[in-house]
């Protein structure tokens, strides 16, 4: 089993950025692929990021590519997603996952493990 908990959500104004983090517990993730996904209200789940076990490779939805960066850290067993020039459509609650299938790394059913959630919200 993996624990995740997510970190680092919050409030900030269109343009700031936020950094969020994802510490994993039970077992190593670095035999896991790892994943970014948000939920606004009233909407499905959607893929924002994801990154392969050994980080060489990473993949990341339009709305958010040259704003958002993937990163992990195995030895601090750890994810990351530094998030850039915010804009109020970013809104959502941002969920980690881990799980082992790359090759659906933007479907929600090639994760395993999921953490709870951490609530960003963007002002206009």
């Known amino acids: 089993q993996v624990q995740l908990v997510e970190s680092g959500g919050g409030l900030v104004q269109a343009g700031g950025s936020l950094r969020l983090s994802c510490a994993a517990s039970?077992?190593?993730?670095?035999?896991?692929?790892m994943g970014w996904f948000r939920q606004a209200p009233g909407k499905d789940r959607e893929f924002v990021a994801a990154?392969?076990?050994?980080?060489?490779?990473?993949d990341y939805a339009a709305s958010v590519k040259g704003r958002f960066t993937i990163s992990r850290d195995n030895a601090k067993n750890t994810l990351y997603l530094q998030m850039n020039s915010l804009k109020p459509d970013d809104t959502a609650v941002y969920y980690c996952?881990?799980?082992?299938?790359?090759?659906?790394?933007?479907?929600?059913?090639?994760?395993?493990?999921w953490g709870q959630g951490t609530q960003v919200t963007v002002s206009s």
């Open positions: 996952a881990a799980g082992r299938q790359w090759e659906n790394y933007d479907r929600v059913r090639a994760y395993n493990y």
């Open positions: 039970g077992r190593t993730i670095s035999t896991y692929h």
């Open positions: 990154i392969s076990w050994g980080g060489g490779s990473t």
